[in-house]
């Protein structure tokens, strides 16, 4: 199963693409998110393997997350036009995951965050089931960019009852 989620955010690409790197900012605006720890390597550098727990309701989650690809390695100084790529693979209990996403200049200070998701399953059941759990997915991945935006725009933190 594949799809791509897309949102504008009102900021210059280098901010974006900083603050989304930050691991501190993570539980600000990853809804669910428990754990997110480096095992191996530096947060963010490829070839990083880390342990991510998220929870959703009463359901907990654990996988093992691969940082694939990041472009520029710096994220200071992007040179103008340049696309900002982050890619890592997750793979969890019965499932593979890749992310990957773009960070695109729109225009002065707004920026195009494109995220391509694409999943696997290993049991028949899930396999069959996503064909129908795709717009769950989908939705899903399409509050981390709205929480993300918020976050990064507004200040508004997920895990406050007042936002």
Do not use: C
């Amino acid at each position: 199963m594949k799809y791509t989620n897309s949102i504008e955010i009102a900021l210059p690409r280098e901010r974006v693409a900083q603050l989304l790197a930050d691991p501190i900012h993570l539980p600000s605006w990853l809804r669910g998110l428990v754990v997110h720890e480096p095992v191996t390597g530096v947060h963010g550098a490829v070839g990083t393997r880390s342990r991510v727990v998220l929870r959703s309701g009463t359901q907990t989650m654990e996988a093992t997350e691969t940082v694939t690809h990041r472009e520029p390695a710096n994220l200071h100084d992007i040179p103008a036009g340049a696309v900002v790529r982050f890619e890592r693979e997750i793979v969890g209990r019965g499932m593979w995951n890749a992310a990957r996403d773009r960070l695109t200049e729109t225009g002065p200070g707004t920026t195009l965050w494109e995220s391509e998701s694409e999943y696997r399953f290993d049991h028949l059941l899930m396999r069959l089931a996503s064909g129908l759990l795709r717009g769950t997915f989908r939705r899903q991945s399409q509050q981390h960019l709205e929480d993300f935006k918020a976050f990064a725009e507004q200040g508004k933190d997920v895990r406050d009852p007042r936002s």
